[in-house]
């Protein structure tokens, strides 16, 4: 009996399986008429920087027919939507601990503020505040609603920050919320708030766009995002579907350009655009956003929101466009630190579907707990570079009690900043294979170098063996990320410094930002907490506190002065 190689072995059950389905005949016909040359080899050899003599490259071609099969294979298999790989990243590595007990979620101690009837006083209110008018009975779901339905309808357009407007959806539970409230059956502190989803979330009777002309009239209607479901049952009220760079990428989408409510000739950033413009223009309660590579982060910091971007595995994905299985990351925009605190607590956890998400990770959130247990640490070359208002920060803690030290992120290792687009490049390329087969691509809004279209190209031309290799050094850096942060509980930073967006993005540290001021232009200037995995209490105590201490979070645009037309944009 003949012994068999495992290449042979490999080659010749894909080119069994392709016959079984087409036909030897077809299957041998199409490998014929895709039969490569060692020209072609040899320009492949240079697309990826390997050297091959012309006599390996006539080996190679002997198995070329087998491997273009096997390839051909995958590529018609039929996929259900977005199916993520059979793998998936995992944060948790040698030498870190995890959080045990049980959740607690208490409200910071505040008094119910007085109100007076005047609705509009509340359209920038946080989700405590609100909360507690509702709780009390001195406002209702509806009336708060309808006050947020109003303002959608009269800024969404000038700011092109919304997509769907769910106005029939938000009555029809406003309403069963102020029944519950009203028979004493209280869901938890969001029950009753008006909110709205980044329009990559599938949600029942609502299309789905992803920002993207060939999905502008996209259902799903066996198919609801777990986010979604999840509010639906803390009793959250959704509003509306709020715009997103198209496919997650910056602030253009096919409405248009999404506003900075600060400056609406400015775009918000993105590319969770939507949610951060309107939760700082005060048109919902609260929104949720995502982050593959900055996506809460940047736009929050342009509009001047509160955003919190937890650990990777905290938040199902499921019913949520992929863009980067491996990246991809689920977190509140807001107004306030506690309000991020108490969406994010109705959120979290395993729902059986996203297998990345960790089972029994538990969350509190004591707003009240002391700081003195609190270990920080700091970015000293980063506050060097900082604005004013950055650096007074550091002053605010150390008035707090606290005693930040300095922390170096490993050294900035030139393979690290590549990581990221290998890896969103080439997992992009593959959740949205079935749209570049179909010339889908090409009717994107965004046609230049760096966008979609083309980087996607560019992704499916990423070699497995390096995608690896990138996935490997990946590793290396979450060890030296684990072991740089064990000091410290809080690792302060000035919003958006290099290279700690990119490192956090890649080993799934979690990150909030919230303002510490506004430039002499009057914009937003933020700062970052980033926290040991699965540690997000401490990153939220910590800048609650700070928020406490100052009244930022207080000041907002004066959005009746938008126009209605929005401006020529200045980049």
Same mark, same amino acid.
């Given at each position: 009996?003949k ?5 042979e072995?490999v080659?010749g059950a894909a080119?069994?399986?392709? @016959?079984?389905?087409a036909? %030897?005949a077809e299957a ?5 008429? %895709?039969?490569?040359?060692?020209g ?5 050899? +240079?697309?990826i920087?390997?050297?091959t003599?012309?006599a390996?490259?006539?080996?190679l071609?002997?198995?070329m027919? @087998?491997?273009q099969q096997s ?9 259900i939507?977005q199916?993520?790989p059979?793998f998936?990243?995992n944060?948790?590595i040698a030498?870190?601990?995890?959080p045990t ?6 409200l910071?101690? =505040?008094k ?12 920038f ?20 609603t &309808?006050?947020?339905?109003e303002?959608?309808?009269t800024?969404?357009?000038? *700011?092109?920050?919304?997509?769907s407007l769910l ?10 919320a ?11 502190p *969001?029950?009753g708030?008006?909110?709205?989803l980044?329009d ?5 009777g ?19 995002a777990?986010?979604?479901? +999840?509010l639906?049952d803390?009793?959250?009220v ?6 997103m760079?198209?496919l997650a ?5 096919? @409405? ?10 400015r775009g ?7 949610s ?5 223009a005060g048109?919902v309660?609260f929104?949720?956003?995502? %982050? ?6 940047s736009?929050?910091? %342009?509009?001047?929101a509160?955003?919190l971007?937890?650990t990777?595995?905290?938040?199902s ?11 991809d990351?689920i ?12 969406v994010?607590a ?5 729902d059986?579907?996203?297998d990345s ?7 509190s ?11 920080v640490?700091?970015? &000293?070359a980063g506050?060097e +570079?900082?604005s004013g208002?950055?650096?007074e920060v550091?002053?605010?803690?150390r008035?707090?009690?606290v ?8 050294k900035l290792?030139?393979?690290?900043g590549?990581?990221?687009g *290998? ?11 079935e749209?570049a087969a179909?010339?889908g ?7 230049g170098?760096?966008?979609?279209p083309?980087?996607f190209r560019?992704?499916?031309?990423v ?6 290799q =990138?996935q490997?050094?990946?590793r290396r850096?979450q060890?030296?990320?684990v072991?740089?942060?064990?000091a ?9 410094s290099?290279?700690s967006?990119t ?11 919230t303002?510490?001021?506004k430039?002499? +232009? ?6 970052e907490?980033t926290?040991?995995l699965?540690? &997000?209490?401490?990153?939220?105590r910590l800048a609650?506190?700070?928020?406490q201490?100052?009244?930022?979070h207080?000041?907002?645009?004066a ?9 020529a944009?200045?980049?």
């Amino acid at each position: 009996m003949k012994k068999i190689s495992r290449r042979e072995m490999v080659t010749g059950a894909a080119v069994a399986a392709v @016959g079984a389905l087409a036909g %030897e005949a077809e299957a041998q016909e199409t490998a014929k008429s %895709e039969k490569l040359t060692t020209g072609e080899l040899a320009a492949a050899d +240079r697309l990826i920087g390997r050297e091959t003599t012309e006599a390996e490259r006539a080996q190679l071609l002997t198995g070329m027919p @087998g491997f273009q099969q096997s390839l051909k294979a995958v590529r018609t298999s039929a996929l259900i939507g977005q199916l993520p790989p059979a793998f998936h990243f995992n944060p948790v590595i040698a030498g870190v601990t995890l959080p045990t007990g049980k959740s607690e979620v208490k409200l910071s101690k =505040a008094k119910t503020p007085k109100f007076e009837g005047d609705l509009k006083s509340l359209a920038f209110a946080s989700v405590a505040t609100l909360t507690r008018l509702l709780v009390t009975k001195k406002l209702t779901s509806v009336q708060l609603t &309808e006050m947020y339905l109003e303002r959608l309808r009269t800024y969404g357009p000038r *700011l092109l920050c919304v997509v769907s407007l769910l106005e029939d959806t938000a009555r029809e539970q406003a309403e069963q919320a102020d029944k519950e409230i009203a028979a004493g059956k209280w869901r938890g502190p *969001l029950h009753g708030i008006p909110y709205g989803l980044k329009d990559l979330f599938f949600v029942k009777g609502t299309r789905t766009t992803f920002g993207a002309p060939p999905y502008k009239n996209q259902t799903l209607e066996g198919l609801e995002a777990t986010v979604a479901t +999840r509010l639906r049952d803390a009793g959250a009220v959704l509003c509306a579907k709020f715009s997103m760079g198209e496919l997650a990428m910056g602030d253009v989408w096919f @409405g248009g350009i999404t506003r900075n409510p600060w400056d609406v000739t400015r775009g918000s950033s993105g590319s969770s655009a939507g949610s951060a413009s309107a939760v700082a223009a005060g048109l919902v309660g609260f929104a949720i956003g995502t %982050e593959t590579y900055g996506s809460i982060v940047s736009p929050s910091r %342009e509009c001047g929101a509160t955003g919190l971007r937890p650990t990777f595995g905290r938040v199902s994905r499921h019913g949520a466009m992929a863009l980067s299985w491996t990246m991809d990351k689920i977190g509140p925009i807001c107004r306030s630190v506690e309000d991020c605190a108490l969406v994010f607590a109705a959120i979290h956890g395993p729902d059986g579907h996203d297998d990345s998400v960790l089972e029994n990770i538990p969350f509190s959130w004591r707003p009240e707990s002391k700081l003195s247990a609190l270990r920080v640490g700091f970015d &000293e070359a980063g506050f060097e +570079r900082a604005s004013g208002a950055q650096k007074e920060v550091l002053t605010v803690l150390r008035g707090l009690g606290v005693v930040p030290k300095p922390v170096k992120l490993p050294k900035l290792d030139p393979a690290y900043g590549a990581i990221p687009g *290998l890896t969103i490049h080439a997992e992009g390329a593959a959740a949205f294979a079935e749209l570049a087969a179909s010339g889908g691509l090409r009717e994107l809004v965004q046609q230049g170098n760096n966008a979609w279209p083309n980087t996607f190209r560019e992704g499916a031309l990423v070699p497995a063996a390096d995608y690896l290799q =990138a996935q490997r050094v990946r590793r290396r850096l979450q060890q030296e990320m684990v072991a740089a942060l064990s000091a410290v509980d809080v690792y302060v930073t000035p919003a958006g410094s290099a290279p700690s967006i990119t490192y956090t993005n890649l080993t799934g540290h979690p990150t909030l930002l919230t303002r510490c001021g506004k430039s002499e +232009r009057g914009l937003p200037i933020s700062i970052e907490f980033t926290g040991n995995l699965f540690r &997000e209490e401490a990153i939220l105590r910590l800048a609650f506190a700070y928020e406490q201490a100052t009244e930022w979070h207080t000041q907002w645009p004066a959005v009746e002065n938008l126009p209605v037309e929005p401006p020529a944009l200045k980049r």
